[in-house]
């Protein structure tokens, strides 16, 4: 049986959507993934859109995305060359999800650092008074 048969597993070390859920993950992937829904960009804007991101880091997630075929990358003949990044179909349709994942991180910020909070007191309490 082709290993392509058997049905995706993302807990199972070994099933290649493991590495597409880690490469999701990954910050800056989904970062650019959300600046590129307003449609195709250039390099040095999308680089602004993202902050503190370096350029090497953003070409490796931008080459990853566009190995992963989640994005396309255009080089328009002029001088200076142009190049604008843009979401396939595939790639678009991962906003949906980073949307609602979005949505729920900011709506829950004040949860978590509120939890986070009472954490590091509850960890201080036991240094200070262990």
């Not at 991101?53 to 060359?81: C, N, S, W």
Request: with cysteine; proline share 7%; aromatic share 4%.
């Amino acid at each position: 049986m082709d290993t392509n048969d058997l049905p995706a597993n993302v807990l199972d070390p070994d099933c290649p959507s493991r590495v597409i859920f880690q490469r999701i993950g990954d910050k800056w992937a989904s970062l650019v993934v959300q600046v590129l829904a307003d449609g195709p960009i250039r390099f040095s804007e999308l680089r602004k859109m993202v902050h503190v991101v370096t350029p090497k880091v953003l070409t490796q997630t931008l080459r990853t995305l566009e190995r992963d075929g989640l994005i396309t990358r255009t080089v328009h003949a002029q001088v200076p060359p142009r190049v604008d990044y843009e979401l396939t179909e595939l790639g678009a349709s991962l906003l949906e999800p980073l949307t609602l994942l979005r949505l729920w991180a900011e709506d829950h910020v004040p949860s978590i650092l509120k939890a986070r909070d009472a954490y590091d007191d509850a960890q201080d309490e036991a240094v200070i008074g262990g």
